[in-house]
């Protein structure tokens, strides 16, 4: 065993530096191994944070169905279900209104206001998350202008530790009373960390029809989730319901813990992709198996050192299972030095937060189980990768111990060839999915969407507590300086959300449902629409009217509900809809497929600017950005003193609605870069030795002739050949796989071939590339120093 050793090392610092790069490959693999099961965890882990979290379900309705689209429920229809449900033990509703926030202050006399996330809870919500608190209790739900936060915000706004029992200033005189600070939820967690406060007792208590509540229920102990929805079958309450009346429906509970997974919300909830998952985790499987597969190769590489010295411990009465077992011993001891390593460099990263792309930011001792794991695959891998290559070094007969020269058989080269090719489908693949999802990442972030978006400044200006004069003053501040093209006001933040305000309408007995934004009468000349037919807002339609509510329509609307100009049409609401024009489709939403993904968008005008909080202001062409920006804030700051305005680009929201696909696209590309660098790192090895055992030949080869070209085409041409077979072997699995996943998208890219031939090319490039140099040296040396080695 000593000897083995001995020889091991030895050979390990002859080829010191593929023995280097073996090793870092190693800990690269486990690292990347790691952090990817690590988002794994994450995600299967997503609401198991609550005790008892399998007794906790969403409470839904099944329309036509549809069990797993998530619906937005009326407050008496909830109250009423979970009062008559026999087997629900508690339950709550909150108002899930996306971009919720309040102007909140600490301090009464001289209030610098903050926003901070605000949710409408009803009183059992705590009680049914089963929410932990630090000190206080949810008292505060149960109590007019009663409010619980979370520790982390206690930290931020109360300092010095005074939380329960302080007041949340608001304006117009309002403020909120702390009664318990909660421990704060994970990031795996639907729920978020912000002000939970009361809702008002009478608040949507009799409205059917409203659609503004999300609700939660618990189970009481015994009961599953199909017992549950046995129960809540026989509920009649949907027949209440105004919403859906001529739809199937049914009432129906989804578990908690399957909502990010299996569901399709209209709004709020945190959704994941199960496509997504499986594929972070095939990348983390094959990083390992590419590193696994270099292992075996750079020990079987070194075979023709080895024969000798193992064959004289067989000589010397070493048993073949003992030389065996010493031999995989030291493959597992290289694998877990390389685990070791690993560790250290997840720590770096998670210790750092170096690690935003991913989708979280991980804590190295959170996922402690995964790091174990990940040690046991670490040894396994170890004994899988040493057992070829223990079994090959030791089936020589001994009497290969007296030849001075071995190279490997025709078996071994065939192994290694085999195992070579099989890192090169993998990579190929990888390489060409990762670039076909940087493409559709960049096909829908630049993707036109009918209007000036590039030249759009969103500024989110406080709406409580403000005069109409103050919009008017901000809007018309605006207008003196040169960089600006117009001010318009919206009801909600357009651009930064999937799903807004939606309603139903109807038009000759048939109804259909559309996105509902109110806006000021300017809206349409401000954003740059594409008028097609009619005209834009005039200031005249503002002036209140039992008649009418004046519209500006989309053209999918007009060309699904063929609603003239001049006629009226049922909207929701006491008032008929009466549509003024119509503009080119425009694009507010992101371009992933789900049930409302493109609806079309109605514009309502709005008199009151005050109900319109955000100011979209268009720059003229050619300005001096950092100028106009300077302008937004010093106006904002002068015009709306003590409150804090939020400035950004229309583009900015826009790119965030990608957020997870451009996560997605780095993790992709980092890990399938990965991968490939990890397999030239082992054909760099393997060059290594390939040109030490053929330098004899190669000074033959010289002294017959052979140019130096001639002699670099023969080593390159092997691998040639190789990534030529092995990419088209690994096209027809990453066309299907990539296919597959463009189809959760709308607007979605070609499959161009010439991806394929870029990778190809890329990978020939760099292969050959480290081949040419490694052999370089040997292919231009005097021959009869070649002719000398034995």
């Known amino acids: 065993m000593k000897t083995i050793l001995r020889n091991l090392f030895y050979t390990l610092k002859r080829f010191r530096t593929a023995s280097v790069l073996n090793l870092l490959g190693l800990s690269t693999a486990f690292a990347a191994f790691i952090l990817i099961m690590m988002k794994v965890s994450y995600e299967y882990n997503f609401d198991t944070c609550y005790p008892d979290s399998d007794r906790i379900a969403v409470l839904n309705l099944s329309v036509d169905h549809h069990p797993n689209e998530l619906i937005v429920l009326p407050r008496p229809f909830v109250e009423g279900v979970i009062e008559e449900t026999p087997a629900i033990e508690c339950g709550a509703f909150f108002d899930c209104s996306p971009n919720y926030a309040e102007l909140i202050s600490t301090d009464a006399k001289q209030p610098q206001y903050i926003y901070e996330p605000v949710t409408v809870v009803s009183p059992d919500f705590a009680r049914t ?6 000190t206080g209790n949810d008292e505060g739900l149960r109590q007019p202008g009663g ?68 609700a939660i229920i618990r189970m009481k102990p015994g009961i599953n989730i199909q017992t549950l929805n046995e129960q809540l079958k026989s509920s009649h309450l949907a027949e209440n319901m105004t919403i859906y009346s001529e739809s199937d429906r049914e009432v129906c509970a989804m578990p908690i813990r399957n909502v990010y997974y299996e569901a399709n919300p209209w709004i709020f909830y945190k959704v994941g992709d199960r496509q997504h998952t499986w594929l972070l985790i095939t990348i983390a499987i094959l990083t390992i198996s590419i590193a696994a597969i270099n292992l075996i190769n750079f020990s079987t590489a070194l075979t023709p050192m080895r024969i000798r010295s193992i064959n004289t411990q067989k000589v010397l009465g070493s048993p073949v299972n003992q030389l065996r077992i010493g031999l995989i011993s030291e493959t597992i001891a290289i694998v877990l030095i390389g685990w070791l390593l690993s560790l250290f460099i997840v720590w770096i990263l998670t210790h750092m937060k170096l690690l935003s792309l991913i989708g979280f930011t991980p804590s190295f001792f959170t996922y402690l189980p995964v790091i174990l794991i990940s040690g046991g695959i670490a040894l396994l891998t170890g004994i899988i990768a040493g057992l070829y290559p223990a079994w090959y070094m030791t089936s020589f007969p001994p009497a290969l111990m007296l030849k001075g020269n071995y190279a490997l058989s025709a078996k071994g080269r065939l192994f290694r060839t085999l195992l070579t090719s099989f890192q090169y489908i993998i990579s190929f693949a990888l390489l060409v999915c990762a670039t076909f999802i940087w493409q559709q990442n960049q096909y829908m972030k630049i993707q036109d969407t009918g209007f000036a978006r590039d030249e759009i400044v969103i500024a989110g200006l406080p709406h409580k507590g403000q005069e109409l004069s103050q919009f008017t003053t901000f809007k018309h501040e605006l207008e003196k300086f040169p960089e600006f093209k117009g001010t318009a006001y919206v009801s909600t933040k357009l651009g930064a959300s999937d799903v807004y305000s939606m309603t139903e309408s109807k038009y000759e007995g048939e109804e259909f449902y559309h996105y509902e934004i109110r806006v000021s009468p300017d809206f349409g000349e401000v954003m740059g629409f594409k008028l097609l037919e009619g005209r834009f807002f005039l200031a005249s339609d503002t002036i209140s009217s039992n008649k009418y509510t004046y519209c500006l329509g989309t053209k ?55 109900k319109l909080p955000y100011a979209y202001i268009r720059i003229k062409a050619g300005s001096d950005v950092s100028t106009a920006l300077r302008h937004i804030h010093e106006t904002a700051e002068k015009i709306f003193p003590g409150y804090p305005v939020e400035v950004n680009f229309f583009n900015t929201y826009y790119q965030q609605l990608y957020e997870k696909e451009t996560n997605q696209q780095y993790m992709v590309t980092l890990f399938s870069l990965l991968a490939i660098i990890i397999s030239l790192v082992g054909v760099f090895g393997l060059t290594i030795f390939e040109t030490a055992y053929r330098r004899k030949e190669i000074g033959i080869r010289k002294v017959y002739g052979a140019k130096t070209s001639d002699i670099l085409w ?43 031939l870029i990778a190809f090319a890329i990978i020939i490039i760099l292969t050959l590339t480290i081949v040419t140099i490694q052999n370089y040296r040997a292919a231009t040396s005097n021959p009869t120093e070649n002719l000398k080695i034995e």
């Open 147 to 214: 409010a619980i936060i979370s520790e982390s915000q206690a930290r931020k706004l109360f300092p010095k530790g005074n939380a329960v029992g302080s007041y949340l200033y608001m304006p117009e005189n309002k403020k909120l009373l702390i009664t318990g600070v909660y421990k704060d939820f994970p990031e795996n967690s639907q729920f978020k960390n912000v002000i939970y406060r009361d809702i008002d007792k009478q608040k949507d208590k009799d409205r059917w029809g409203t659609q503004s509540y999300y």
């Open 714 to 756: 023969n080593f390159n041409r092997t691998y040639l050949r190789i990534i030529t077979i092995c990419s088209i072997i690994a096209s027809p699995f990453a066309w299907f796989f990539m296919d597959k996943w463009l189809q959760n998208f709308i607007i979605r890219i070609n499959l161009s071939p010439w991806v394929f």
């Open 129 to 134: 998350l089963g929410m932990a608190f630090i």
């Open 556 to 610: 999918r609307i007009k060309d699904e509900q063929h609603i003239p100009t001049d006629t009226p049409f049922r909207g929701n609401h006491s008032k008929s809809n009466y549509i003024v024009g119509y503009i080119d489709d425009v694009i507010f939403t992101s371009s992933r497929v789900n049930a409302f993904a493109y609806s079309p968008f109605l514009f309502t005008v709005e008199s009151q600017l005050t």
